[in-house]
């Protein structure tokens, strides 16, 4: 499996983990907040259609590293909040929701979780991603939140955000671009 996004249309990027299992623990991590702090933000999430959900980021905070963000995120400093709407919800299977709700920005993510043996496979799916600044900052944001879970699970300390975030952003304007 490849750690890298790929675009599965113009406006929609797909990730995917194998991540140690069992499902209810992963589950756990995309919808218990204390939880989901560690590797993505605080904040609620209501787990039905039409429910609310409440995010507040602090990426800087992620490692012990506690990085600041580079010039072109400082608005990203601090608490970051991102107000939602859940779309789909099938526990320890779906869960889908409006991100950035209202906003010029608004699109869609996915979270699908598949049990393989003693690991689940979690596919990220964010879709309405208008442009290509847009798809650069996500897919770096994806791949860079997805490996600080991964490290969290198999018990490993994860690297600075925003240092890791940079280096994939520059990653991804290549094999974006193709």
């Not at 907040?33 to 602090?58: C, I, N, P, Y």
């Given at each position: 499996m490849?750690?890298y996004g790929v675009l599965t249309?113009p406006?929609?990027l797909?990730?995917e983990?194998?991540l140690?299992?069992p499902?209810?623990?992963i589950?756990?991590?995309?919808?218990?907040s204390?939880?989901r702090?560690k590797?993505l933000a605080?904040g609620?999430?209501?787990?039905?259609?039409g429910?609310k959900?409440?995010?507040?980021?602090r990426?800087?905070?992620l490692s012990?590293?506690?990085?600041?963000?580079p010039?072109?995120y400082?608005?990203?400093?601090?608490?970051?909040?991102?107000?939602?709407?859940?779309?789909?919800?099938?526990?320890?299977?779906?869960l889908?929701?409006?991100?950035?709700v209202?906003?010029?920005?608004e699109?869609?993510?996915?979270?699908?979780?598949e049990?393989q043996q003693?690991?689940?496979?979690?596919?990220v799916?964010?879709?309405?991603?208008?442009?290509?600044?847009?798809r650069?900052?996500?897919a770096?944001?994806w791949?860079?939140?997805?490996?600080?879970?991964?490290?969290?699970l198999q018990?490993k300390?994860?690297q600075g955000?925003?240092?890791?975030h940079?280096?994939l952003e520059k990653?991804y304007?290549e094999r974006?671009?193709?």
């Amino acid at each position: 499996m490849n750690d890298y996004g790929v675009l599965t249309a113009p406006d929609t990027l797909r990730l995917e983990r194998l991540l140690p299992g069992p499902i209810e623990r992963i589950w756990q991590y995309l919808t218990d907040s204390d939880k989901r702090a560690k590797w993505l933000a605080t904040g609620k999430v209501e787990q039905h259609v039409g429910g609310k959900v409440d995010h507040t980021f602090r990426n800087s905070e992620l490692s012990p590293e506690n990085d600041i963000p580079p010039p072109k995120y400082s608005s990203c400093a601090g608490d970051v909040p991102m107000l939602g709407k859940v779309t789909a919800c099938e526990p320890l299977r779906l869960l889908s929701y409006i991100w950035n709700v209202g906003s010029a920005e608004e699109s869609e993510v996915s979270f699908e979780l598949e049990q393989q043996q003693d690991q689940v496979k979690l596919t990220v799916t964010h879709r309405r991603l208008n442009n290509a600044e847009e798809r650069l900052s996500v897919a770096g944001g994806w791949h860079t939140h997805l490996n600080i879970l991964r490290d969290i699970l198999q018990g490993k300390t994860p690297q600075g955000f925003w240092r890791v975030h940079t280096q994939l952003e520059k990653e991804y304007s290549e094999r974006l671009a193709s």
